[in-house]
């Protein structure tokens, strides 16, 4: 169900990329016809509006002053060719200088009061209606002189209206010219979209292929040089991550057959010491090869518990929860369960720091891993520690500088400065040396240090009283983990 609702979800990158070019197109296309029809209006009434203003200066030259009288003498061979017009009513009014009517249509509608007057014969242009028909006016008033030569004490006005019909015709005809062409074209922008798409997007298809035929052991990276500009951090991704995937699968190989060798040295010699059981009539023979059976499952056993206690920390560790804990706590524990060991050697274990509830121990961390680091740094002191040796655990905190320091030193043979990083490989054990062990220990406590964000050094000890032998100081160091003293 899970798959099927994410499979539904999942969107087309084609389909995205299709969807945000075609819908500006397609949004933008009625605002165009709408633009066109604004534009094709202003210019089919230009042709129109000349005509107008030719008919308001023609009738104005027909006005004459007789007797301080205005005359307009229109013939009737002239008022026929003024209105001879097939689409369009043409309408004419002339109001003398006392604004009284003279020729033409009565419902003609006056000019807006609070307009200005233009210049004697200036021809204006404006919008009406008659007989709640839309139509289209040009004006002007004439200023004609009077008696002796003086000028009339009101403009005379003179008004052409026609209706809309051949405008609207005419736009109507330009927007079929302009926009016709778009339909076609417009399929054809929609399909040239779609191949450039298809063509875009096809070094992607190729990818893909490339990577499908690859063999699942093929970890060589992909060939940057063949994908476009923009797919190359892709790729470049993907071969970083390839690299890495590279390095810990040879990691986890290395682990397993280095898990398998250490395995099989002690379950060859349980199969041994069963045989030989197996053989012996003597009684106390018997007994000695069973307690060395037990000691080589013990052994067994540790490295098992070693081997899942790296898996752990490698694999969940940074996924376990943290919280305040008390390190004095946890080194306590560790040195109570160590006591029997300690003992068995005659090896004279310690303590040295503050005792428990002391804030300046507390650190956030998981009590879990780090039980485990103190256990493994304490037990590596205890085997490498011959008998009558002394092995210390120290806790040092600064309050100043926020920095908790947590020692284990012993008076064991030490650690040459050559072999101090390789002894946190897992299974690397010191040469010269005949300790039992998995060698998965010190390479656990990196592990830990590193997910709680720890420094760990390696140093001669030189305990007093061991000069005998140099020793091994375990010092780690966990900065800045919100001691009071940083608060």
């Known amino acids: 169900m899970a798959l099927r609702l994410f499979q539904r979800e999942r969107r087309s990158l084609f389909g995205e990329i299709l969807d945000w070019m075609l819908t500006p197109l397609l949004l933008l296309w009625p605002i165009s016809m709408a633009l066109t029809w604004l534009v094709a209006q202003n210019i089919a009434g230009k042709p129109f509006d000349r005509a107008l203003e030719y008919n308001v200066q023609a009738l104005a030259k027909m006005l ?94 003179v008004q052409v209206a026609e209706t809309m019909q051949k405008r609207k015709t005419l736009a109507t005809e330009i927007v079929k ?120 499952s013990i052994r067994a056993t540790h490295t098992v518990n070693q081997l899942l206690a790296l898996a752990r920390t490698e694999t969940t560790g940074r996924a376990l929860p943290k919280h305040r804990l008390d390190m004095v706590e946890i080194a306590a524990e560790v040195m109570a369960d160590s006591v029997p060991r300690a003992l068995d050697k005659k090896i004279d274990l310690g303590y040295d720091g503050p005792e428990a509830g002391d804030a300046s121990t507390h650190l956030e961390g998981n009590p879990t891993l780090l039980k485990e680091m103190v256990r493994n740094l304490v037990d590596n002191a205890i085997n490498y520690t011959p008998e009558g040796g002394q092995v210390t655990l120290r806790l040092m905190p600064d309050r100043f500088s926020g920095v908790l320091v947590l020692i284990v030193e012993d008076s064991g043979p030490g650690i040459a400065e050559s072999e101090r990083e390789l002894v946190f490989q897992p299974f690397y054990r010191t040469l010269g040396t005949n300790v039992d062990g998995s060698g998965l220990g010190l390479a656990i406590v990196l592990e830990i240090v590193t997910q709680h964000n720890a420094l760990i050094t390696i140093e001669d000890a030189e305990l007093p009283g061991h000069a005998q032998s140099p020793g091994t100081r375990m010092t780690v160091r966990f900065v800045g983990m919100g001691l009071p003293g940083m608060l």
């Open 64 to 157: 004459v002053v007789k007797n301080n009288h205005v005359r307009f003498n229109l013939t009737a061979p002239a008022r026929e060719i003024l209105r001879a017009d097939d689409t369009d009513q043409v309408y004419y009014q002339v109001m003398d200088t006392h604004g009284e009517f003279l020729s033409g249509e009565h419902g003609l509608p006056a000019p807006p009061e609070e307009e200005e007057k233009p210049a004697s014969g200036a021809v204006r242009l404006r919008l009406d209606q008659i007989q709640g028909e839309e139509v289209r006016v040009a004006y002007t008033w004439i200023q004609l002189e009077g008696q002796q030569g003086a000028p009339a004490p009101q403009p005379v006005l």
């Open 177 to 296: 010219g302009t926009m016709v062409p778009q339909f076609v074209t417009l399929p054809l922008a929609v399909l040239l979209v779609w191949l450039a798409l298809v063509r875009g997007i096809k070094p992607l298809a190729q990818l893909e292929r490339r990577i499908r035929a690859r063999k699942s052991d093929d970890m060589s990276p992909l060939d940057e040089t063949a994908v476009p500009e923009e797919v190359a951090p892709l790729v470049s991704s993907i071969n970083d991550l390839l690299s890495r995937l590279t390095v810990s699968l040879s990691t986890q190989k290395r682990f397993l057959a280095d898990a398998a060798h250490q395995l099989k040295t002690p379950l060859a010699g349980l199969r041994m010491q069963a045989d030989l059981a197996q053989r012996e009539t003597n009684a106390d023979e018997l007994k000695k090869s069973l307690k060395n059976i037990g000691l080589a």
